[in-house]
């Protein structure tokens, strides 16, 4: 799942985290003021996340079904 713009604190997007599922985890660029602010979450139970990198516009995943061999390149951007 790809949130942007959410204006939450860490503390929250935690526990929005966990209401989504026990097992959810997630990757935070943290807000610049009122500006950016992306979240890419995943359950690890499906999704393994293989590699990432991540800059104030954007999030990009590598990641991969379990029990697939196939990876796919997932990217969350903030376009002002």
């Keep these: 799942m790809f949130v942007q713009e ?33 979240i890419t979450l995943w359950n690890p139970q499906v999704i393994k996340i293989l590699s990432f990198e991540a ?9 991969q079904v379990v029990g697939n061999s196939e990876t796919y390149l997932c990217t969350n951007v903030y376009g002002p």
């Design 6 to 38: 959410t204006k939450c604190s860490s503390s929250t997007i935690f526990n929005i985290s966990k209401k989504l599922g026990k097992h959810m985890e997630y990757l935070e660029i943290a807000s610049n003021g009122w500006k950016g602010d992306l």
């Design 55 to 63: 800059t104030r516009s954007f999030i990009v995943v590598e990641a």
